[in-house]
């Protein structure tokens, strides 16, 4: 059982930058991939950006060159770092994980409800 707990949403001004952290517990290395998600009010849950158990990495395109995905499993945390933010980024986000061996560029392509862990949440307000 995997427990997530997301910190660092806050309010920001266009092109602004955030990185957001998710505290995990549990080894997860090689046993599971993780994700960010983000939700907008009246929009479906998107994922964002993925991380395999071997570390590999990908973005979606909506935030490629901007987003960017990392994981220290010595802190037991992932990380987003979000650069040159618009408006559009406005959602709460969500740190996710599952139970899987699939290469980042399957896991890139999981819907939300392939991932059975979740963290509550962090709001992101870009204006």
């Known amino acids: 059982h995997v427990q997530l707990v997301e910190s660092g949403g806050a309010s920001v001004q266009t092109g602004g930058s955030l990185r957001l952290s998710c505290a995990f517990s549990g080894n997860t290395r090689n046993t599971h991939c993780m994700a960010w998600f983000r939700q907008a009010p009246g929009k479906e849950r998107e994922g964002v950006a993925f991380?395999?158990?071997?570390?590999?990495?990908a973005v979606a395109d909506s935030v490629k060159g901007r987003f960017t995905i990392s994981k220290d499993d010595a802190k037991y945390t992932l990380y987003l770092q979000m650069n040159n933010l618009e408006p559009e980024d406005t959602a709460t986000y969500y740190c996710?994980?599952?139970?899987?061996?699939?290469?980042?560029?399957?896991?890139?392509?999981?819907?939300?409800?392939?991932?059975?862990?979740w963290g509550p949440g962090t709001q992101v307000t870009v204006s």
């Open positions: 996710a994980a599952a139970i899987s061996d699939l290469p980042v560029d399957v896991v890139a392509t999981l819907g939300h409800w392939s991932f059975s862990y």
């Open positions: 991380v395999d158990g071997t570390g590999n990495t």
